[in-house]
């Protein structure tokens, strides 16, 4: 699993390999991608990089994380659609560290003003907050809806939540 599209210069090696390839997807949105991920290859070309393992013949997933409430929940539909030809999708709602708390809040300070009060009466799990549990159950259930319409199978980490028997895709190399 990666967010970079290196591995497209070896896919003459790893279709010969048992294996499958992912890619983390924040949001298709180039603009927020760059603020979300100011160094990481864009959307496009990590999903473009995945379609040609994918034609190669090598198993192909994806993780659409996290997925942030006002942010890039709002473009979900259009994340998928992108990721539409992949086999499988595991998908995560931000949890936040007090350190990535006030990244966040210096980044995104109107973003956080509607994602505070949503964390404080969520919960702290292993050092994380959480988004309420109906809130994050919610997203969940319509993240999986969506992509099990697509004939693709679902997988969710860390969130107390139905998944897939593997949450992150390794089913494909069997």
Same mark, same amino acid.
């Given at each position: 699993?990666?967010?970079?599209?290196?591995? =497209?210069?070896?896919?003459?090696? +790893?279709?010969? &390999?048992?294996?499958?390839?992912? !890619? @983390? /997807?924040? %949001?298709?949105?180039?603009?927020?991608?760059?603020?979300?991920?100011?160094?990481?290859?864009?959307?496009?070309e990590r999903i473009k990089?995945?379609?040609?393992?994918?034609?190669?013949?090598?198993?192909?997933?994806?993780?659409?994380?996290?997925?942030?409430?006002?942010?890039?929940? =709002?473009?979900?539909?259009?994340? +998928?659609?992108? &990721?539409?030809?992949?086999?499988? !999708? @595991? /998908?995560? %709602?931000?949890?936040?560290?007090?350190?990535?708390?006030?990244?966040?809040?210096?980044?995104?300070?109107?973003?956080?003003?509607?994602?505070?009060?949503?964390?404080?009466?969520?919960?702290?799990?292993?050092?994380?907050?959480?988004?309420?549990?109906?809130?994050?159950?919610?997203?969940?259930?319509?993240?999986?809806?969506?992509?099990?319409?697509?004939?693709?199978?679902?997988?969710?980490?860390?969130?107390?939540?139905?998944?897939?028997?593997?949450?992150?895709?390794?089913?494909?190399?069997?």
């Amino acid at each position: 699993l990666t967010k970079s599209s290196l591995f =497209e210069r070896d896919l003459d090696i +790893l279709k010969n &390999l048992k294996c499958a390839i992912g !890619i @983390t /997807v924040t %949001t298709i949105d180039e603009e927020k991608a760059r603020l979300l991920e100011p160094n990481a290859p864009s959307p496009k070309e990590r999903i473009k990089a995945l379609k040609k393992a994918k034609k190669e013949g090598i198993p192909a997933y994806a993780r659409i994380d996290p997925i942030i409430p006002f942010y890039t929940w =709002e473009d979900f539909d259009e994340t +998928l659609d992108a &990721l539409s030809f992949v086999s499988h !999708i @595991t /998908v995560s %709602t931000l949890k936040l560290r007090p350190d990535s708390w006030k990244r966040m809040e210096a980044k995104f300070p109107e973003l956080m003003k509607k994602l505070t009060p949503l964390y404080k009466k969520g919960e702290k799990i292993g050092g994380y907050y959480y988004l309420p549990k109906e809130i994050r159950l919610k997203i969940l259930e319509e993240a999986r809806k969506k992509i099990e319409a697509k004939g693709i199978t679902f997988g969710s980490c860390r969130e107390g939540y139905y998944s897939y028997p593997t949450c992150d895709g390794s089913h494909l190399m069997l």
